[in-house]
């Protein structure tokens, strides 16, 4: 007990100092430097792998439907937060749209404008999850009672229909139809403008620290008696019915919490991208985040954070040389756009095919035991140099 | 007799891609039955048959070209299920399923780079695109052909379940896996041949799609490969003639509902009608009950 509440205040420790890591390097870096567009996209990335995760990796349902919950919270998000002065310019085809206000405006109306902006985000955002999980409540009513592959295939049927509807002409007043939403409240927001020149940056810290939030509360409900009996059914589901799980009831709760967050993530992507349209809300999106949830390890929360870290840095950037013609050896003419691509989906078909636990298994990263780890090979070494010695001398 | 020249095209288009889904669901519903596994992939393998028809086409006369479109599109379907499904045969299914979608990731992304992301012209094959007129209503000559192509294909293919000897081991291996093994049934080998049918069946396939659509991108095969696995799913997985029923009946109800003018919705319309057969009754047309013992 007394360990693991030590575990716990250097897990603290370590994601305030890696806060204030990030804070200081938007500080120092360019706005434009590949390191803060890597950190907002994987960010975001984690924090929809994590909701994926919960289904997938803790509730044992194989569900591809995240990409249609996103693509939902973008769209909640953006609807929500167009300013109305901007709105005839975004629903030009559509006289203005039905919806004519904005939360953030109106908030700040209110609160003032740092308030304003603080709140009104954090509402839109949770009202986008909100709709999402109410979503999926809906569609998991019947979905659910599937099993397997099964449930598979509805879910990424589901996102479709999903993109299908927000595209439609009809819905145009409420979606604009097939084209973008813009001008809505978007990371850019946060920072600290005195004199026409940005005094602080925030964009990225205020995206971490919502995605931080948010990830902590999936932790919370993985470790509570919830989260017990979800991976209660993942383990065994008659089992689980047998000591007394509603077995409907925990899964639809893990599906709808899941579709929440995915729905948030939504949102905050549509904050990165200061545009909103359904059309990248492909199933290629839901494979993606899926393929980030097997890297890090199907039930690990911490895998899954750290291997969309990698996987963003390295699909945007660290590959990124690859698709370079100037790098080509002379005569080999391989390297062009689209290379670096294939060689990073063939190496994680070698993770998928060779290292099926990933890179954190079921474990959790954890910083007292990492430093435990640490210790003890030292320890270890000693103890072996120890020995040799030993056995040198009675040699 | 207006309204028939009207609606006639929406008609024989509907078979026309019934029939095309049809050819591919035979791959999903094959493979399910046996392996118990969704093949994502194959909706990329008959995207890459559509691809290597392309480039082929442009330095080889069609009488070579096609046979060859067929057996290199054959040699890919038997190296995915070799590379990408054989060394997890005793891992759990969510393994050999996430492989799958790992395999239609790579092929996707090896398409995109081989054709930089644009579209390339499908070539027109002489006598199959010809346009010809049925009942005044003017299609290609291909609309007609697929579904005679289609069932006589469709027939050969219950004859080789039913009647040889690779064909009882499918039967076998997808009725009970554990006890085919005991029995001496090389799994293997036939889990090799229904790939190969699969990806044979789907290059044929790509070969009728393609006339009808023309350009081929890397991810064209991901919709058309869903949706014949929903009519898989539809006429009962595991079963060839409810795939094929499935298919028709998809493509038809497709292509009338935007004859409607609910274009966006057709794909919809898929999903919906799968999600709805999945709730009342998920075993399909023609699937087999299964029950499960604790």
Known sequence: MIQKKKSNKANIIFILALLILIFVLEQTLPSSSMLLTVVKKSAIYALAAVSMNLLNGFTGLFSLGQAGFMLIGAYVYGMLTIPVADRAAVYQYFDGGIIQFSIVEGLSGVLGNVAGLILGVLISLIIAGAIAGLLAYLVGLPILRLRGDYLAVATLGFAEIIRAFFQWEALGPLTNGSNLLRKFTCLDDFNIVVDGKVAVYLSTTVLVLIVAACILVITLVINSTYGRAFKAIRDDETAAEAMGINLAKHKMMSFVISAFFAGVAGGLLAMYQTTAQAMPFKSAMTYEILLIVVIGGIGSVTGSCLSAFIFIGASEWWLRFLDMEKYNIPGLNILRPGFRKVVFSVVIMIIVLFFRKGIMGENELNIAGFGRWLKQIFTKKKAAVAAAEEGKNNG | ?294
């Open chain 2, 1 to 294: 007799m207006q309204w028939i020249t009207n609606n006639l095209p929406y008609l024989l288009a509907g078979i026309s891609v019934g029939g095309q889904y049809a050819l591919i669901a035979i791959g999903y519903t094959m493979v399910y039955g046996i392996l118990r596994l969704i093949n994502f992939a194959h909706g990329d393998i008959f995207m890459a048959a559509g691809l290597i028809m392309v480039y082929l086409s442009a330095s080889l006369p069609f009488y070579v070209a096609i046979p060859l479109v067929l057996i290199l599109t054959v040699l890919l379907g038997f190296a995915v299920e070799r590379v990408a499904y054989k060394p997890l045969r005793k891992a759990p299914r969510m393994s050999v399923m996430i492989s799958a979608i790992g395999v239609s990731y790579l092929i996707q992304n090896v398409a995109l780079y081989i054709t930089g992301g644009l579209s390339q012209m499908y070539p027109s094959i002489p006598w199959l695109s010809d346009t010809v007129t049925v009942l005044g209503a003017t299609t290609k000559r291909v609309t007609i052909i697929t579904p005679f192509l289609t069932i006589i294909l469709i027939v050969l293919l219950v004859q080789l379940i039913n009647r040889t000897k690779i064909g009882m081991g499918m039967r076998a291996v997808s009725k009970d896996f554990e006890t085919s093994l005991l029995m001496g049934i090389k799994i293997d080998n036939v889990i090799s041949v229904t790939f190969i049918i699969g990806s044979f069946l789907a290059a044929v396939g790509s070969l009728l799609f393609f006339t009808n659509y023309t350009g081929v991108t890397p991810t064209v095969g991901a919709l058309p490969g869903i949706k014949a696995f929903v009519a898989a799913v539809f006429g009962g997985i595991g079963s060839v003639p409810g795939a094929v029923i499935g298919a028709f009946i998809i493509g038809i109800c497709e292509n009338i509902i935007k004859a409607v003018g609910w274009t966006v919705f057709s794909d919809a319309f898929t999903f919906a009608l799968l999600i709805f057969i999945l709730i009342f009754k998920p075993t399909g047309l023609f699937g087999e009950k299964t029950t499960d013992k604790v």
